[in-house]
T-cell receptor
């Protein structure tokens, strides 16, 4: 079964508007972490934001925020005030098994965001 | 600043060749990972390592092997390259004890097998 599902292959957003990227996950663990990465066309993976399963508040990092709904098993990324430089592919990823030595990440298929001027 | 360096950005090889992809990190990280990235599939884990000379299979290890002789270096080996191994390969590293810390990635190697 797919651990991470990103249902939006591609999205267009107008400059200065906000955009929400969907991510749902599947785990039976109580302890897990969720990560979002950005991959521009140049290829490097850039870490954006992290949310732990026990974090009570939604994570925020500058223009990035995470809408974490634990009961729905969703961790949507919100990018506010989109900029042309936000055009990239975005990946949601999960790490399970907190407390173990398992540091693997499971990735979704990604969402391509194109910001229009 | 964190730095993961992959030896080549682009590589073209022929079927049947033995191919080496090198990855070096300068952060003294214990964990190192090799992923391949294909359109519509995201990143899939090939192999990872928690320590020198230690390796664990990921989700798609068939056709690949790895080597970690030094802490900072993790090599991915395609024993006999095939066209279905044409892909983008990404190396990553992370701290062993930092569970909530992200993996840091290299710039990737776009490998074409002809």
């Amino acid at each position: 079964a797919q651990k991470i599902t990103q249902t939006q292959p591609g999205m267009f957003v107008q400059e200065k508007e906000a955009v929400t990227l969907d991510c749902t996950y599947d785990t039976s663990d109580q302890s897990y972490g969720l990560f979002w990465y950005k991959q521009p066309s140049s290829g490097e993976m850039i870490f954006l934001i992290y949310q732990g399963s026990y974090d009570e508040q939604n994570a925020t990092e500058g223009r990035y925020s995470l809408n974490f709904q634990k009961a729905r098993k969703s961790a949507n990324l919100v990018i506010s005030a989109s900029q042309l430089g936000d055009s990239a592919m975005y990946f949601c990823a999960m790490r399970e098994g907190m407390g173990s030595n398992d540091y693997k990440l499971s990735f979704g298929a990604g969402t391509t965001v194109t910001v229009r001027a | 600043d964190v730095k993961v360096t992959q030896s080549s950005r682009y590589l073209v090889k022929r079927t049947g060749e033995k191919v080496f992809l090198e990855c070096v990190q300068d952060m003294d990280h214990e964990n190192m990972f090799w992923y391949r990235q294909d359109p519509g599939l995201g990143l899939r884990l090939i192999y990872f390592s928690y320590d020198v000379k230690m390796k664990e299979k990921g989700d798609i290890p068939e056709g690949y092997s790895v080597s970690r002789e030094k802490k900072e270096r993790f090599s991915l080996i395609l024993e006999s390259a095939s066209t279905n191994q044409t892909s983008m390969y990404l190396c990553a590293s992370s701290l062993l004890a930092a569970w909530n810390q992200p993996q840091h990635f290299g710039d990737g190697t776009r490998l074409s097998i002809l």
